[in-house]
């Protein structure tokens, strides 16, 4: 029995060894592009607007892509939880950010919701939202801008929530987020909210769609056009099926 074991261990460290000397085909590798595009899925409105679902209807996100910026005003990490940040005109009462979508259970989410109150001196005052995400707290992508917002003076029931799913362009990492509020009809900044005031906007485990995948390899491929490096590979499988079959019918012989 060993005698006729070793041979065939000899034989398939041989091969193994000249199958791993040879570019390994049909194997997939991760390839980033230096300048890929940041490219996102978006959807605005009240709460009330998605009803009792609890993310929106996807097939009404609209893609764009980000538009990568320094900003300078705020963005800084702080550990404050501040729940206002008053302006002359208009502030934030409260802000929050929901995140969903793991498919590949590492504890980064591709899909997020920032939701935000806004209160205002005016009885009727149209604002409208600008939404970043940095990852290094300098470089800030604005990935989303809202269409107008009425603002109902200190109304409870004027809530406004951006649904955003990253396509592409986004690694793997801990982002801070960050709103600025401006005045619809003049343009002019009103109010921010983000890491500094709310912990809630801060390290948030995020990435694309492109690495929230289960990463399966396949190193041999029987089928194609005819490559030189699979018929290599599909030559050597027969023969080992042809010595193992030669094998087994000498040990037959032998028996009988």
Do not use: C
Request: proline content about 3%.
């Amino acid at each position: 029995m060993n005698a006729f074991r070793r041979p065939a261990h000899f034989l398939l460290g041989a091969v193994a060894g000249i199958l791993l000397t040879l570019p390994s085909v049909g194997a997939t590798q991760p390839a980033v592009a230096e300048d890929e595009a940041k490219t996102v899925r978006s959807a605005a409105g009240r709460p009330a607007d998605r009803g009792e679902l609890q993310t929106r209807n996807r097939s009404t996100f609209v893609e764009s892509e980000a538009l990568t910026v320094q900003r300078s005003r705020g963005g800084n990490k702080s550990d404050s939880t501040t729940a206002a940040v008053i302006g002359e005109e208009a502030w934030f009462y409260d802000a929050n950010v929901e995140l969903f979508d793991d498919f590949d259970g590492d504890g980064h989410y591709t899909y997020l919701r920032v939701t935000f109150d806004i209160d205002s001196i005016y009885v009727d005052h149209y604002v409208y939202a600008r939404l970043f995400l940095t990852l290094d707290g300098i470089n800030w992508d604005e990935y989303h801008v809202t269409d107008d917002i009425l603002i109902e003076g200190t109304s409870p029931f004027d809530d406004y929530e951006v649904e955003t799913e990253l396509v592409s362009g986004f690694p793997t990492g801990l982002y801070d987020a960050l709103i600025e509020i401006y005045d619809a009809d003049f343009g002019n900044f009103l109010a921010e909210f983000g890491p500094v005031d709310s912990s809630a906007f801060s390290l948030l485990p995020l990435e694309d769609i492109d690495n929230d995948t289960v990463q399966t390899t396949v190193v041999i491929s029987s089928e194609g056009g005819g490559g030189g490096t699979t018929g290599t590979y599909s030559i050597f499988a027969l023969f080992l099926l042809a010595v193992f079959a030669a094998r087994n019918r000498q040990r037959s012989l032998r028996v009988v």
